[in-house]
């Protein structure tokens, strides 16, 4: 049984829960972070010195934090040779997607894009600095839009890990209030993801408690 803290919200969270789910892994999550407090517990600082969420535990061994190390570990031992190749040189195609999407497009979008436009009072907001940021977002999902335009999937033409990395961020992108850069193969790839169960149950999810108005 896993044991998850973080809440829902958060979309390191999210991108866990969805690879929980594609594994259909059995588990139970505890709200912790935001508006559920509870990062500056002892108990926490047990859990993860960093007191950052998502932390993961799998039955009685250590706990394990940092979203990449986790869904590396989840993909490695519960996953199947598809999704996360036993093969090094097979395995470094799909890291090296994960690894891209997680440096260049999720942190290129969580903080400069969404927090601007959702965390950020309107009256507060400053659209030059919104429209420079997108701008530079866009440029990265423009390299996932050429490589979505040869195959189905990110790191090839089955789903795996890199997916979950770039996937989880798309939901945001194309549901918040900006002009978007047409990106067609993208928005294809959006549409395939939003048809799968996971991805609609641990992605697709409300972020208006993060609204600030």
């Given at each position: 049984?896993?044991?998850?803290?973080?809440?829902?919200?958060?979309?390191?969270?999210?991108?866990?829960?969805?690879?929980?789910?594609?594994?259909?892994?059995?588990?139970?999550?505890?709200?912790?972070?935001?508006?559920?407090?509870?990062?500056?517990?002892?108990?926490?600082?047990?859990?993860?010195?960093?007191?950052?969420?998502?932390?993961?535990?799998?039955?009685?061994?250590?706990?394990?934090?940092?979203?990449?190390?986790?869904?590396?570990?989840?993909?490695?031992?519960?996953?199947?040779?598809?999704?996360?190749?036993?093969?090094?040189?097979?395995?470094?195609?799909?890291?090296?997607?994960?690894?891209?999407?997680?440096?260049?497009?999720?942190?290129?979008?969580?903080?400069?894009?969404?927090?601007?436009?959702v965390r950020t009072a309107p009256q507060q907001r400053d659209p030059i600095a919104i429209a420079q940021a997108l701008q530079e977002l866009e440029a990265k999902l423009a390299l996932a839009d050429t490589q979505l335009s040869r195959h189905a999937h990110l790191a090839g033409d089955a789903f795996t890990l890199a997916d979950i990395q770039l996937g989880h961020i798309l939901y945001r992108y194309y549901d918040i209030d900006v002009?978007?850069?047409?990106?067609?193969?993208?928005?294809?790839?959006?549409?395939?993801?939003?048809?799968?169960?996971?991805?609609?149950?641990?992605?697709?999810?409300?972020?208006?408690?993060?609204?600030?108005?």
């Open positions: 049984m896993l044991t998850i803290w973080g809440r829902k919200t958060s979309s390191n969270v999210q991108a866990l829960m969805w690879c929980v789910g594609e594994l259909d892994l059995p588990h139970i999550r505890h709200d912790a972070g935001h508006r559920y407090g509870g990062l500056d517990t002892p108990e926490f600082g047990r859990l993860n010195p960093n007191r950052t969420i998502p932390v993961l535990q799998d039955g009685s061994n250590p706990p394990i934090w940092e979203t990449g190390a986790i869904l590396r570990y989840l993909a490695a031992r519960y996953g199947k040779d598809s999704f996360w190749p036993a093969d090094p040189t097979r395995r470094a195609r799909v890291d090296q997607w994960a690894e891209w999407a997680k440096l260049n497009v999720a942190q290129a979008f969580t903080t400069p894009v969404f927090w601007r436009v002009t978007r850069m047409p990106l067609p193969h993208l928005q294809l790839y959006y549409q395939r993801l939003c048809a799968r169960p996971a991805f609609r149950q641990h992605v697709m999810i409300s972020y208006e408690e993060l609204r600030v108005t």
